[in-house]
């Protein structure tokens, strides 16, 4: 059987939230967890991050803070390969090797552009556009088997396997591997604490509308207590849960963190009103989050070693890439990643 290698990466706007965490980076931790003999790569999705308004000032200081994130949530960098996307050059390049694969019409169907482009279609740039067709090489550029997301990012996940088999077929034979999104049960969209029927989003105006990784105690418990609920008591079953969207999404913050079935939590508060869950949730959630924010700030301190540790990295990364870059170049007709130059000056350039 094929060894496991599990890729995935966060984009590099502003902190991390709730639903980052609960989304991604919590299911990583316990994927090393449950697979100690896969590979696994973790990058900062910076190359997407120009995609929408940054501010260039503030890029790397981006990077390192969801560096330091994954690290302090559980990333073990002697175990794990973590490095910034731009350090490898040959994500980019795969990605222009892989547009003249993916017929438009697919990207057409993308929801995440159509909502980030919102009404703007005509000035939204063409970056935004390929978004996801860098994504597909982020995770085939390392023959990832398994790349665990968010619910939000599983279109772009499938959109990867349609890619790579389009490839496969074109090139005649099975050469890109087919990854698969992991996507946990529970908790893969966490909704914004101010309306139950949207996501909790690093974009959203409010920031009462998520806890982010790196607020304290108070700011938690206040917005824990702002966020919408009605004003009926927790029933017995999280089914009849259904209609009440911002109830569903608190219980399920409240078990994923605590590592619970949310029936049992459901069962737990059964008959309470929020006024006595809330400030539960927020203690809870405050007792998980704080080590983590702590260790942030020390691994923040150093943005020395926090370098290091991603050029070290990055540089293990590229040991991956470059043969299967290299690889794919000679399926299409090219040279390779290494016509006119020694081997050990192309190892430097990509
Ligand atoms: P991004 O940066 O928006 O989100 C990072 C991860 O967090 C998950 N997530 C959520 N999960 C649950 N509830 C939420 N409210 C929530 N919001 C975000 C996302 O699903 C994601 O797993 N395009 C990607 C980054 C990326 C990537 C990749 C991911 C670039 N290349 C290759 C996987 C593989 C993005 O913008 O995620």
Same mark, same amino acid.
């Given at each position: 059987?094929?060894?496991?290698?599990?890729?995935?990466?966060?984009?590099?706007?502003?902190?991390?939230?709730?639903?980052?965490?609960?989304?991604?980076?919590?299911?990583?931790?316990?994927?090393?967890?449950?697979?100690?003999?896969?590979?696994?790569?973790?990058?900062?999705?910076?190359?997407?991050?120009?995609?929408?308004?940054?501010?260039?000032?503030?890029?790397?200081?981006?990077?390192?803070?969801?560096?330091?994130?994954?690290?302090?949530?559980?990333?073990?960098?002697?175990?794990?390969?973590?490095?910034?996307?731009?350090?490898?050059?040959?994500?980019?390049?795969?990605?222009?090797?892989?547009?003249?694969?993916?017929?438009?019409?697919?990207?057409?169907?993308?929801?995440?552009? !159509?909502? !980030?482009?919102?009404?703007?279609?005509?000035?939204?740039?063409?970056?935004?556009?390929?978004?996801?067709?860098?994504?597909?090489?982020?995770?085939?550029?390392?023959?990832?088997?398994?790349?665990?997301?968010?619910?939000?990012?599983?279109?772009?996940?499938?959109?990867?396997?349609?890619?790579?088999?389009?490839?496969?077929?074109?090139?005649?034979?099975?050469?890109?591997?087919?990854?698969?999104?992991?996507?946990? !049960?529970?908790?893969?969209?966490?909704?914004?604490?101010?309306?139950?029927?949207?996501?909790?989003?690093?974009?959203?105006?409010?920031?009462?509308?998520?806890?982010?990784l790196m607020d304290d105690a108070d700011t938690i418990a206040l917005k824990f207590r702002k966020?919408?609920?009605?004003?009926?008591?927790?029933?017995?079953?999280?089914?009849?849960? !259904?209609?009440?969207?911002?109830?569903?999404?608190?219980?399920?913050?409240?078990?994923t963190l605590a590592d619970m079935d949310r029936d049992a939590?459901?069962?737990?508060?059964?008959?309470?009103?929020?006024?006595?869950?809330?400030?539960?949730?927020?203690?809870?959630?405050?007792?998980?989050?704080?080590?983590?924010?702590?260790?942030?700030?020390?691994?923040?301190?150093?943005?020395?070693?926090?370098?290091?540790?991603?050029?070290?990295?990055?540089?293990?990364?590229?040991?991956?890439?470059?043969?299967?870059?290299?690889?794919?170049?000679?399926?299409?007709?090219?040279?390779?990643?290494?016509?006119?130059?020694?081997?050990?000056?192309?190892?430097?350039?990509?």
């Amino acid at each position: 059987m094929k060894k496991k290698r599990i890729v995935s990466g966060v984009r590099a706007t502003g902190g991390l939230h709730l639903g980052n965490y609960i989304g991604a980076i919590k299911n990583w931790t316990e994927m090393a967890t449950q697979h100690g003999d896969a590979d696994f790569l973790f990058f900062i999705a910076d190359l997407h991050a120009i995609t929408t308004p940054y501010d260039e000032k503030a890029l790397k200081d981006n990077t390192r803070e969801i560096a330091a994130a994954y690290i302090a949530a559980g990333v073990d960098v002697r175990k794990m390969i973590l490095f910034p996307q731009s350090a490898v050059p040959g994500h980019a390049m795969l990605q222009w090797l892989l547009t003249s694969l993916t017929p438009m019409g697919w990207l057409n169907r993308m929801t995440q552009f !159509k909502e !980030k482009a919102g009404k703007q279609r005509d000035n939204a740039v063409l970056g935004l556009y390929a978004y996801p067709v860098l994504q597909a090489a982020d995770v085939l550029l390392y023959q990832a088997t398994h790349v665990p997301v968010g619910e939000d990012q599983k279109q772009h996940i499938e959109l990867a396997r349609d890619i790579a088999g389009a490839f496969n077929r074109r090139y005649g034979q099975e050469f890109f591997t087919l990854p698969e999104p992991i996507i946990r !049960k529970e908790g893969a969209r966490i909704m914004s604490l101010r309306d139950g029927t949207k996501k909790m989003s690093k974009s959203d105006e409010s920031d009462y509308s998520r806890i982010n990784l790196m607020d304290d105690a108070d700011t938690i418990a206040l917005k824990f207590r702002k966020a919408k609920t009605d004003s009926d008591p927790l029933p017995d079953s999280f089914e009849a849960l !259904k209609d009440r969207p911002e109830a569903a999404n608190l219980v399920t913050i409240y078990a994923t963190l605590a590592d619970m079935d949310r029936d049992a939590v459901v069962k737990q508060f059964a008959g309470r009103n929020f006024s006595v869950f809330k400030p539960a949730l927020a203690e809870l959630t405050a007792e998980k989050f704080t080590p983590v924010a702590t260790r942030m700030r020390e691994l923040l301190s150093d943005k020395a070693e926090l370098d290091r540790q991603l050029a070290e990295g990055a540089e293990r990364a590229r040991a991956i890439a470059v043969p299967v870059l290299d690889d794919t170049m000679k399926l299409m007709g090219f040279w390779g990643t290494n016509p006119f130059h020694s081997a050990d000056r192309v190892a430097g350039l990509l």
